[in-house]
């Protein structure tokens, strides 16, 4: 049998209609989506198939796509009893990879991300919070400016490590849009300020964190299976290690990327599960290791097929 990890996309991934093919296909979508609507009191048939404005606020955001993907490795867990070597979030990802690792039940999982994104939400308000996107400038020209500019007064700092040339900061959008030149006369290809008022994995979140700690502590299990760190990229498998890794991530860099090529020697495959094939898409350009999706049933039948080859 294959040596695979599973891994877990985050905030970005959201698309209207996410799940859809699994609700109508399977008793077990139906089920937690059921279970989640009560839980939140929030109508998770209309947060996902029906075009709205709140799939794209943080608080709905994060329960949304965490559910789609709790979703997705569930009916691929009832089909095949494959147990990851280790397993692998990008941001709220880490959070729907705990759930497939049993550190957390799904549906706790899923108020514990709520909260987060209400504890997020309300770390940024009023502050002009914001991210921008880099294409195709070094990671440690990035550093250098965030560092510069700090020292000079403004709130910038490297949010996620995506891949080679690929990475997303985080700080006060004002200050985010004044470095656009800046960033390109250093060699990004593209500087883009993205649509958003929450500023990820960064010292804005600081107030974020004491608000969600005593959540962490409720909800964690206290042993589960290898989960990899954004913060430090090693494993972990302990409520205490995830309470303090999990605060820190709100206020630390994401490191994708290197994660991946720290552990891409102990698998043969990687399984995504969730809408869309974003870390799929980042995997083509980290690791040679192949990266197979789960995202509906079409897919699901066909990363089956190739496990049992």
Known sequence: MKKVAFIFPGQGSQTIGMGKDFFENSEIAKEMISKASERLNIDFEKLLFEENDNIGKTE????????????????????CNIVPEFVLGHSLGEFSA????GAIDYLDAIEL?????????????GGGA???ALVGID????????????????????????????LVLAGIKADLEALVDTFK???????????MSVASHCELLTSAVENLKPYLEEYLNDEFIPVISNVSTE????????IELLSAQLTSPVKYKQSIMAHESKVDLFIEFGNGIVLKGLNRKITKVPTLNVSDIKTLESVLGELND
């Not at 006369?185 to 649509?195: C, M, P, S």
């Not at 494993?235 to 995830?242: G, I, L, M, N």
Request: aromatic share 6%; charged share 25%; with cysteine.
């Open 60 to 79: 709905f955001t994060q329960p949304a796509i965490l559910l789609v993907s709790s979703i997705a490795n569930a009916i691929f867990k009832e089909k």
């Open 98 to 101: 705990l759930v497939a690792a």
């Open 113 to 125: 991300v709520h909260r987060r994104g209400l504890f997020m939400t309300e770390a940024c308000s």
């Open 130 to 132: 914001g991210m921008m």
């Open 139 to 166: 990671d440690e020209a990035v550093e250098k400016i965030c560092v510069e500019q700090r020292e000079a007064g403004k709130q910038v700092w490297p949010a996620n490590y995506n891949m080679d040339g690929q």
């Open 185 to 195: 006369d250093a060699g990004a290809k593209r500087a883009i300020v993205l649509d």
């Open 235 to 242: 494993a972990y498998t302990s409520k205490d290690e995830a």
